[in-house]
């Protein structure tokens, strides 16, 4: 960037370069080595700073539920967020940055696989420990990650295939409630329907084929609507999907055995931190492998001209089919989860307004993208649990988020980009260091 | 057996006959050029021949198989490639991901290998990443493979087409307009491609074109189509001089 430029770009993009510039050098493994210490920071000094700080006790959500119930407490929410979590994490990132990339450089050596688990490895550490500080933070972070999955998975149809799918709350009721009828009736003791079948200690490893049940269930109920209207193309499959969501609805609130219009309850434990994190791994860890291959990359032949795809020997329909089954059945699986972290549900969560939720998780992260689901999912769901003190004001502030984004970045934040693992976990270097070491 | 005939074709759009009583046959290597006035239904008999239309009356065989009323990705797999008019690509993906797109129907490492990963889909992928780079290298367009497509200049995107049809493995390539809106330079690269794909791959082409020059120069044989019905058949040269074809494109009675 010449001399000029930077001139005309005023401070604040000055700010932005110079901070880019001296955090470009960072890899992945310093950011989390970052994070890593952090956390461990607040759970040895984060109470003692909080009451110096004059807070009433150890943030939640970096704060913002604080400062926003409690205006005067701002200055201290902000130096205690600072103090405990971007001062550390940058620290540590920059000054680590060198050994980091070394460690990086070396674990490419090794098979990839290794890399990438470790890095999951080290996330799982930071969240784990991030929060473990209170029960609030444990559900919030279950819910965001449940989100991820349900965003991606739509994402699947409405970006990546470019239809506008409505019944993702349709598929996370079937699987939340096939799942739960599942573990109830073998683990719990409850009055619709009666006494556990198996003992307790047996249920962590039935729990997959709980949700993996839950999927299918809901994968059937979308080749309901997929066959009829994958006939034609255009507004067919939002009106039929938008219907399906409330047929699935009123069934349930019909269907006395599940408990009806009251819910069902007493599912047993068993959506434990790290199942939740584990599927939610595996969800983005299949979905991005299915939506690079060829296979998955003829959903966009189609999205974009479904002539010429079929023209190039691409079976329109099978693949249409494919990615919508795909997809409800990860929307299923997200279902079976949510059941078992609130261990209770009932068919008026899987409604409008749910739907609204999932797919402004969609397109405010951005279409066709797995970075921009996880993106949408983790924001909007902080956003969501942080404006929580404005009670109804917060339904005004995030649709008015939404409308910006629409318009400025009509596709979302991170729209269209290749989620490649290769290359996240890559030692960043300067470019002339990277090029020696690929020589030797 | 002719590679591909067409046996009395008809198609109805409601009470319109767009295409009547149409008849070909293409032998192997043949080059066959289809001219007519606009809206003469020549588009229509490639959309009919490629399965996105399904013809009235009549029957289509390729290779002696009958391919009439097969979905338009089953005719395409069975060896017959095309390219569109109006360039229908896809506007999100870049050239390389065209090309291996149409190797779609070969693909045998299924659901299982797309959504994990195995070794037998990377060994498939690489082998289809390398196949279209020899078929970009082919038309010339190599360098531009990561590029997504919309950033390309208008007659590179006419290649990445060819390309991207010639990546179905066709025994006969249907090229609709290959040389529209181009100026007389990329008119002559365009036919040199038409030219060297003919030669290398063995292949029998069936162009339609307005520009007579081109047609003229690569045809063997020329149909002549107006109102839906063939009006003249033959050598470019019969053609040239048939006077139904300059009455058609002329008007009657017009002295030239």
């Given amino acids: ?440 | 057996m002719p590679l591909l005939s067409v046996e009395k074709m008809s198609h109805e759009f409601g009470g319109l006959r767009a295409v009547n009583n149409y008849s070909l046959e293409i032998e192997k290597g043949q080059i066959r050029g289809l001219i007519g006035p606009n809206g003469a239904g020549k588009t229509t008999i490639f959309n009919l021949i490629t399965g996105i239309y399904k013809p009235t009356e009549g029957e289509i065989y390729l290779e002696g198989k009958k391919i009439t009323g097969l979905q338009p990705n089953q005719i395409a797999s069975h060896g017959l490639g095309r390219t569109f008019q109006n360039m229908q690509l896809w506007r999100h993906m870049t050239v390389l991901e065209h090309i291996k797109m149409a190797r779609y129907s070969r693909i045998s490492y299924g659901l299982i290998g797309a959504f994990f990963g195995t070794p037998k889909r990377h060994r498939q992928e690489n082998e289809i990443e390398e196949m279209a780079y020899s078929l970009l290298k082919m038309v010339g367009i190599a360098h531009h493979a990561g590029q997504i497509i919309l950033n390309l200049p208008y007659g590179d995107q006419r290649r990445v087409e060819i390309a991207r049809a010639l990546a179905t493995e066709p025994k006969i390539l249907f090229l609709d307009e290959p040389t529209a809106g181009m100026n007389p330079e990329e008119l002559i690269q365009m036919m040199e491609i038409v030219r060297k794909v003919h030669k290398k791959l063995g292949l029998a082409i069936f162009l339609i074109e307005h520009r007579l020059k081109v047609v003229m120069e690569l045809c063997e044989i020329i149909q002549t189509l107006n109102f839906g019905q063939v009006i003249a058949e033959g050598t470019p040269e019969e053609i040239q001089n048939d006077p139904k074809v300059i009455d058609a494109y002329l008007g009657k009675g017009t002295v030239i």
């Fill in chain 1, 1 to 440: 960037m010449n001399e000029n430029n930077r001139k005309s770009l005023g401070i604040r993009s000055f700010v932005k370069q110079k901070t880019q510039a001296l955090f470009s050098e960072v890899p992945l493994l310093g950011w989390l080595l970052g994070m890593l210490i952090a956390v461990v920071l607040e759970r040895f000094v984060g109470e003692v700073l909080a009451e110096s700080l004059g807070l009433p006790k150890v943030p939640m959500l970096f704060g913002l539920v604080t400062m926003l119930k409690y205006p005067l407490m701002i200055p201290g929410t902000i130096l205690y967020v600072l103090m405990i979590f971007v001062l550390p994490i940058s620290v540590v990132a920059r000054l680590t940055s060198g050994a980091t990339n070394r460690v990086a450089a070396k674990l490419l050596d090794l098979p990839l696989l290794i890399s990438v688990v470790l890095h999951i490895g080290l996330l799982y550490a930071v969240l784990y420990l991030w929060s473990e500080v209170s029960a609030y933070r444990v559900l919030t972070l279950k819910l965001t990650l449940i989100a991820v999955i349900l965003t991606l998975s739509l994402n699947v149809i409405n970006g990546y295939m470019g239809e506008f799918s409505c019944s993702h709350p349709g598929f996370m009721a079937l699987g939340a409630y096939a799942a739960s009828v599942f573990t109830v009736v073998l683990f719990s003791n409850d009055k619709l329907f009666g006494h556990a079948l198996l003992p307790a200690a047996l249920g962590p490893f039935m729990f997959p084929i709980a949700l993996i049940i839950g999927g299918i269930v809901a994968a059937i109920g979308a080749l309901v609507i997929a066959i009829p209207s994958f006939r034609t193309r255009g507004d067919y499959l939002a009106i039929i999907s938008l219907a399906f969501m409330f047929i699935v609805k009123s069934l349930i609130e019909n269907l006395e055995v599940v408990g009806g219009p009251r819910g069902l309850s007493s599912q047993p434990d068993l959506a434990s931190l790290p199942t939740v994190f584990i599927w939610t791994v595996a969800c983005i860890w299949i979905t991005n492998n299915f939506v690079r291959s060829t296979i998955g990359k003829a959903l966009n032949a189609v999205r974009d001209d479904e002539v010429a795809a079929n023209a190039m020997t691409v079976n329109t329909r099978r693949t249409k089919i494919t990615a919508f089954l795909f997809a409800a059945f990860w929307a299923g699986i997200a279902g079976g989860l949510f059941a078992h972290v609130l261990r209770y549900v009932n068919p008026s969560t899987f409604g409008l307004q749910k739907l609204a939720e999932v797919l402004a998780m969609v397109y405010f992260g951005g279409l066709n993208s797995v970075y921009g689901s996880i993106v949408g999912a983790v924001s909007l769901s902080m956003l969501g649990e942080a404006l929580r003190p404005l009670e109804i004001f917060k339904w005004i502030i995030i649709p008015l988020l939404l409308i910006l984004i629409m318009i400025y970045r009509p596709t979302g934040l991170v729209a269209f980009k290749e989620f490649n693992v290769g290359k996240l976990v890559k030692p960043k270097n300067k470019p002339d260091q990277r090029k020696s070491d690929a020589a030797a």
